[in-house]
């Protein structure tokens, strides 16, 4: 017999179902109240020995913490902005009031590229499949000479910043960003991103950074980079 409970409990488990299938989505929903700091989606070892727990600790807990907190206390200056998801106002913040938008650009990258770097990886790792297989083959000649080219993108980055795998106008390309910035300020879909801020790895690697990186390509979540890909082409 299905009760009313057990309806419930079926239709929460879909929204799940969805949710993990499509684990993207969250950056795209438009909020109406403050944004918020989501709990990573795995423990803070699970990416171990790679990335350590204690590094996951500070790097989310602290560090992306800050960036929600000061994003959402400049953001009460801007009531236009109410309603607005990360991507909306990511693709959007040259448009912001200048007295605020340094404080906002700083803080929602913060907060979009942490986001999308978390979802980014797993301890599974894997291989890219598929279509984006295809395009990566396509596009840097295959799966080596893609890493081959993000590492050294990642290794050119001048003190803080990110190396991105990007989609536009249906081709991939290697870029890098100062600071927070990334692809969608200037108007590119950003596939996958690398932060290579030295709180995102000193206290395992130092000023290794190269180490760091090989690190990374052990557990990209490439079934979330899929997504990422399939979606972009959509755009």
């Not at 100062?178 to 932060?195: A, F, K, T």
């Amino acid at each position: 017999m299905i009760t009313r409970r057990n309806a419930l409990k079926t239709a929460a488990l879909g929204s799940l179902a969805i949710t993990a299938a499509h684990p993207g989505s969250v950056l795209a929903q438009p909020t109406d109240k403050a944004f918020q700091l989501r709990p990573l989606p795995y423990p803070t070892d699970a990416l171990e020995p790679h990335i350590d727990a204690r590094t996951m600790e500070i790097h989310h807990g602290k560090h992306h913490a800050a960036y929600v907190t000061n994003l959402n206390k400049a953001l009460a200056e801007v009531p236009e902005a109410a309603g607005k998801s990360m991507v909306q106002l990511t693709r959007d913040v040259n448009s912001l009031p200048e007295k605020v938008r340094p404080a906002i650009k700083n803080n929602l990258g913060g907060h979009y590229n942490h986001s999308l770097f978390w979802m980014s990886l797993s301890k599974n790792g894997g291989q890219p499949k598929g279509e984006l297989e295809k395009a990566i083959e396509r596009d840097f000649g295959n799966i080596d000479g893609f890493r081959e080219q993000f590492t050294k993108a990642a290794i050119s980055v001048f003190g803080s910043g990110w190396a991105w795998l990007s989609l536009f106008q249906g081709k991939l390309s290697i870029e890098t960003t100062p600071n927070q910035n990334n692809p969608w300020m200037e108007g590119r879909h950003p596939v996958l991103g690398l932060d290579v801020w030295e709180h995102a790895y000193y206290l395992k690697y130092q000023n290794r950074r190269p180490e760091y990186i090989a690190a990374f390509f052990n557990v990209i979540n490439w079934d979330f980079v899929a997504s990422r890909f399939i979606e972009g082409g959509k755009i």
